[in-house]
């Protein structure tokens, strides 16, 4: 099954986030919180639609924006459906901070579906409150 969700896993993020070492918890804004929430709601609820989500320059980086393409999205969808049933909701659960380098926030969440799969939804902005990762993964206390 890792096998799986790492095929359907679309990573697109800057490359000093691959090893997400120097993260730590961190506080939540209220309004950045809510922001990355909307966000990734949005996504997931357009792609359960069978639409996909067009991400703007304001919401995301370049990077984002050309690789969460109308394509990739619902692709991708597809397989998560297939294993997954339909998106939900998305439930807060932390923040953390890098604490070294470009600074960015990884904002994990419980990702409900029809099944009761543990998956986390995680979402990664940076330090202009643009998107700049997304991705889908089993559930895991630590990161």
Request: glycine share 6%.
């Amino acid at each position: 099954m890792k096998k799986i969700l790492f095929l359907i896993t679309f990573v697109f993020m800057v490359h000093s986030l691959s090893a997400q070492s120097g993260f730590e918890p961190a506080e939540a804004n209220p309004e950045e919180l809510e922001i990355a929430k909307e966000l990734t709601h949005r996504i997931l609820t357009e792609q359960s639609k069978g639409s996909y989500y067009p991400l703007t320059q304001d919401e995301a980086t370049a990077a984002m924006i050309e690789g969460l393409s109308e394509s990739v999205q619902k692709d991708s969808y597809k397989q998560i459906q297939g294993l997954f049933g339909d998106y939900k909701e998305v439930e807060y659960k932390e923040v953390l901070e890098n604490t070294e380098g470009d600074k960015y926030k990884i904002y994990r969440f419980k990702g409900h579906f029809e099944t009761d799969a543990n998956i986390e939804v995680r979402t990664i902005m940076d330090a202009q409150g643009k998107m700049a990762g997304f991705y889908i993964k089993p559930w895991s206390d630590k990161i």
